[in-house]
């Protein structure tokens, strides 16, 4: 896991464009796609452990497309850059070729930066979530148990 890693996101969350707060609610029935690109990875914070450990944590911005508008949530199929809304907790962040993804991590959080000012869910919203690999040995063992 390292930065600069493209991801591809697809959930059900709300949408729109970015230049606004969502404007189309969180549908069950539609799932959106589209892609980011990891911009940091961190340790899930202990306090007072002496080494951290590995990578527990992903982080990337919502930004505009160079080319012009990308939308919130793109509309299926999309290679727009993607950001995460309401209703997209606990979605796929996924790595790889179409025909070869694999689970990367959990879609979890938004979050406004004081040097971005606005409303959640617009262009530079901080996005992020859980990765996988360091919880699979807990993840297995639930799932065996379950």
């Known amino acids: 896991m390292r930065a ?5 996101l697809a959930g059900y969350g709300a949408s729109g464009h970015g ?3 969502p404007t189309i609610g969180a549908d069950a029935l539609i799932k959106r796609v589209g892609t980011n690109v ?14 951290p450990g ?3 944590v992903y982080s990337f911005t919502f930004r505009q497309a160079p080319a012009g508008g990308s939308r919130l949530r793109s509309m299926p ?3 727009m850059p993607t950001g995460l809304a309401g209703g997209d907790s606990g979605s796929p962040a996924l790595v790889g070729a179409r025909d070869a993804l694999r689970l990367l991590g959990l879609n979890i959080f938004t979050a406004r930066l004081p040097q971005s000012p606005g409303a959640l869910s617009t262009y ?10 360091p919880h699979w040995n ?8 379950g």
């Open 138 to 145: 807990w993840i297995a063992g639930a799932m065996r148990a």
């Open 54 to 56: 590995p990578p527990r």
């Open 38 to 51: 990891i911009e940091e990875v961190f340790p899930q914070a202990v306090p007072g452990a002496p080494d």
């Open 77 to 79: 199929g999309s290679e």
């Open 4 to 8: 600069g890693l493209p991801i591809r």
């Open 124 to 133: 530079g919203t901080l996005c992020g979530g859980v990765l996988v690999a």
């Open 19 to 21: 230049s606004a707060a």
